[in-house]
């Protein structure tokens, strides 16, 4: 079954939990605190696995967790990070968040994408010595890791996308100008999932072409298979629309030109303004009223119009030749932009739960849902900073600061930093 949609939830590893330790050795005397931190937890890594092409593999796993960061140990021995889980996926695969429908990769390189970090591991009790506090027996748990729920979207990464109604000879001209070998038989949605084929041109010089399963009016709504598939067509460079010129199976030639392109304007406006070349095919079957009438009418907009018979060849080179050189004249494969996940989308995931407690002095804080937002603030920038004074005022935290009793000059801890509190 091809698979182009999945949702999944991914979870970063835990960072392990600081130690309370003290250091014992004969003839030492006042060793003094020595706890290790915890070790970080481990990532979410995406990276592209050639060999695949559609997202099955998710089709019954949907939950995705890195290892956590071991525990800290004494003699300041810090414990072991998390091993990171990489996430095999097809090249072209765009990863959305969900919440904020935020594109946050486009697979469209080998480059890896780490889509949720691990919590970092908590501190062990050596790092809260002072000369007033020399024997600490408290430490920082580690840090939960980003958890976040994520769309996976295939888009094919093809230079040429093939449109046109069911069994107007699409796979068979594939299968003549490239080496890919689609099911062709005389009916309806023989192509069932999208075919890619690589077209050589000789000389090193080639491009990739898309069979993109048969298209009907309505497709746009969800009628047929082509609607499943349209995604897979705003990617592409420039389109070639293949058109039963004959009429052999009842319908006009004219409309059925029509009602793809209305499709396409449906679907995506943006998908109309890309350069398309006509094809009229079936000229065998055809009269050459029906031929001069299609293509007067087809150049008459301004498309480059082509006759060709697939089967037997004639005239799919000087097609092919065409497409090459406007493919010359066009910019690369279009890549999604790319964006983080917008702060305020990470308050909205908050619970508003936490808890505080007091240890010799310091006031430790501990809010899962808050981690995220600590990763995004910017702490030389005043806005940043400002940002996280109204969530920690809006949560309820700062009111439960003051309950317990906290004084200016105090010190606050949310996990990996502190800072003095001022009222």
């Not at 979207?153 to 070998?181: C, H, M, Q, R, Y």
């Amino acid at each position: 079954m091809f698979v182009d949609i999945a949702k999944i939830t991914v979870t970063a590893g835990k960072g392990g939990n600081g130690a309370v330790a003290f250091h014992r050795e004969k003839y030492v005397a006042s060793g003094g605190p020595d706890g290790g931190d915890g070790g970080r937890g481990g990532n979410i890594v995406f990276v592209v696995d050639n060999s695949l092409a559609t997202l099955s593999d998710f089709r019954y796993k949907r939950k995705y967790k890195a290892e956590n960061g071991k525990d800290g140990r004494g003699n300041k021995c810090n414990g072991k990070r998390g091993q990171d889980l990489y996430i095999k996926v097809p090249k072209g695969t765009i990863i959305r968040e969900v919440e904020t429908d935020t594109i946050i990769a486009d697979m469209s390189d080998e480059e890896e994408f780490i889509a949720a970090r691990g919590g970092r591991g908590g501190w062990g009790n050596r790092h809260f010595a002072t000369p007033t506090r020399q024997a600490p027996r408290f430490a920082k748990d580690g840090a939960p890791g980003e958890e976040w729920e994520l769309q996976l979207e295939l888009k094919l990464l093809a230079d040429v996308g093939l449109l046109g109604f069911p069994n107007v000879g699409k796979s068979t001209l594939i299968s003549v100008v490239s080496e890919a070998k689609p099911i062709i038989g005389d009916y309806h949605f023989t192509t069932i999932v999208p075919v890619l084929g690589v077209v050589s041109m000789g000389e090193g010089k080639s491009f990739v072409m898309a069979d993109i399963p048969g298209l009907i009016e309505g497709a746009a709504e969800g009628i047929g298979l082509g609607h499943e598939f349209l995604r897979h067509v705003e990617r592409c460079r420039m389109l070639v629309h293949i058109v039963d010129v004959a009429g052999s199976e009842g319908r006009d030639p004219i409309e059925d030109f029509k009602a793809i392109n209305a499709e396409l304007e449906k679907f995506n406006p943006e998908m109309t303004k890309l350069p398309q070349i006509v094809a009229g095919n079936k000229i065998d079957m055809a009269s050459d009223e029906q031929i001069d009438t299609f293509r007067s009418y087809v150049e008459g907009l301004g498309y480059e119009y082509f006759n060709i018979c697939a089967p037997i060849k004639e005239g799919t080179q000087e097609l092919i030749n065409a497409v090459a050189a406007k493919l010359d004249t066009l910019p690369p494969i279009k890549r999604y932009e790319t964006a983080e996940i917008p702060l305020e989308a990470l308050e909205k995931k908050q619970d508003n739960g936490f808890t505080i407690r007091v240890e010799d002095g310091i006031y430790i804080v501990e809010a899962e849902w808050l981690v995220p937002i600590l990763s995004k603030i910017d702490y030389d920038d005043y806005e940043s900073l400002q940002y996280l004074q109204r969530v920690l005022q809006s949560s309820g935290i700062d009111q439960a600061l003051q309950d317990n009793g906290i004084e200016d000059g105090d010190t606050v801890s949310l996990y990996d930093i502190e800072f003095d509190y001022v009222t």
